[in-house]
């Protein structure tokens, strides 16, 4: 999947996100713009995997749920997946867990040399897949659409037979004291496992889920060997975590 450049396809996708499906009249409408341009827009955005066209309408090809964490905090995002791809070298194997950050790295691994990439990310793979530079080997198991994963006991058993540098994970929520945690139970064996095959585990988490509880705690921060997230992240917050031991690295935004 290509990223999207155009502040008008932005517009676009938000509308779809929005309403699920739109026509071309009432985006060109709404948008002010002509139906001509909008189904070029419209062309460009299917090309890119982002919508299905069908009769003069336009519909998202991912789970609302994906789009609409998209958008949120897209800089503080894209500075963090810059800086982990940064810890990567040449002739790295590393795993890349399914979300919305980890599937960034992938927009920074060109320029770097063959790279072996072990994901359960869907999306990842969409943004991977023009990069020649990158071997990927997807995990398989069962389809999970709202987060755009590969899970259950088929991913779990190709992680457990590999052995990488660096694994790269999310949450949905992190904290000092209830450390890191999911809403998705599945979510967070994925994380178990690739923890457990890596010599090094670095958590991606923007600065907005911190102070976040998810349903289910995955480990205490004190697993991860580095936590990154962004510079928008309070230095109290960053007190109370370098004080628990814990390595935290901001990226700039």
Known sequence: MIAVTSEREKLILDKLSADGAVSVSALAQELGLSEVTIRSDLKSLEESGWLNRKRGKAAPSMHPNILERQRERRDEKNAIAQAAAALIRNGDVIMIEAGTTTALIAKYLWGKRDIHVVTNSTLFFSYARPCPNLQITMTGGEFRRATESLVGPIALETIGRLNVRLAFV????????????????????????????????????????????????????????????????????????????????????
């Open 170 to 253: 999310g949450t949905d929520g992190f904290t000092r004291d209830r450390g890191m945690t999911t809403n998705l139970v599945e979510g967070a064996e994925i994380v178990k496992a690739m923890k457990r095959h890596a010599e090094t585990t670095v958590l991606l988490a923007d600065s907005g889920k911190y102070g976040k509880i998810g349903f289910m705690r995955v480990f205490p921060l004190t697993e991860m060997n580095l936590i990154l997230t962004d510079n928008r992240l309070t230095d109290e917050a960053l007190q109370e975590l370098t004080a628990a031991g814990l390595m935290v690295q901001r990226a700039a935004v």
